[in-house]
């Protein structure tokens, strides 16, 4: 067990639609990344934040959007979902900004139907 | 742009000593990470590598070149449980890169 906690594990939607998926991370981490993984591929870096505030991007779409609240949680919200977006999202976090360690949560697995 | 590349499979067998290679062409580069990851699991940090040479963890050694843009993992002993992907990834500041994965495949 990582420590990290994503919510929720399963996720099944119809093209579209708009969901928000919910990270917490390790107790004491101030760093926050999302990260994509589609079937049989590599992880795609999304979006990371420290300490409330927007560090880097990756390659996150428009439709996609994050936001790292004060109690260090942070949401990555999907909109307008298309079938392509059906995907293994994991959430990790590291107690610095370099990214050197991370500790990954379980992922939330998003079906788009 | 960054890019990363690695084996796509290996295989060894119980006992063996197995290296994965990973070379990686960055336009920030703060150190080179490795992952495992099992199917259906989530990856889990093995090493990094900020400097060149060898950093040691039990049976799992990581190794970095900067000048070569180049680094592997080494493992030893290997154990069926071994048997999952392996990423190396940059941390380049301002963007965390993955590789494609290497899947290992450990047989008795």
């Known amino acids: 067990d990582s420590g990290v906690t994503q919510t929720p594990k399963h996720l099944i939607t119809a093209t579209g639609q708009r969901v928000t998926l919910r990270c917490s991370p390790r107790?004491?981490?101030?760093?926050v990344y999302w990260y994509q993984q589609s079937l049989d591929q590599g992880l795609q870096f999304l979006i990371h934040y420290y300490n409330g505030e927007e560090r880097a991007k990756g390659n996150i779409l428009e439709r996609f959007s994050a936001q790292q609240f004060p109690d260090l949680h942070s949401e990555l919200n999907l909109s307008s979902l298309e079938l392509g977006d059906s995907a293994l999202y994991f959430c990790?976090?590291?107690?610095?900004?370099?990214?050197?360690?991370?500790?990954f949560g379980p992922g939330t697995r998003l079906t788009v139907l | 742009g960054q890019s990363l590349e690695q084996p796509s499979e290996v295989t060894a067998v119980e006992g063996a000593i197995v290296q994965i290679n990973c070379t990686y062409q960055t336009s920030g580069f703060y150190g080179l990470s490795w992952y495992q990851q099992h199917d259906g699991g989530a990856p889990t940090f093995l090493s990094y590598n900020a400097l060149d040479g060898l950093e040691e963890t039990g049976r799992f050694s990581s190794f970095l070149s900067r000048s070569d843009s180049y680094g592997y993992l080494l493992l030893q002993e290997l154990q069926m449980k071994d048997s999952a992907s392996y990423f190396c990834?940059?941390?380049?500041?301002?963007?965390?890169?993955f590789g494609p994965g290497t899947r290992l495949s450990v047989l008795p």
């Open positions: 107790s004491g981490d101030l760093s």
């Open positions: 990790a976090s590291s107690l610095l900004a370099g990214g050197d360690e991370q500790f």
């Open positions: 990834a940059v941390m380049g500041g301002q963007n965390f890169v």
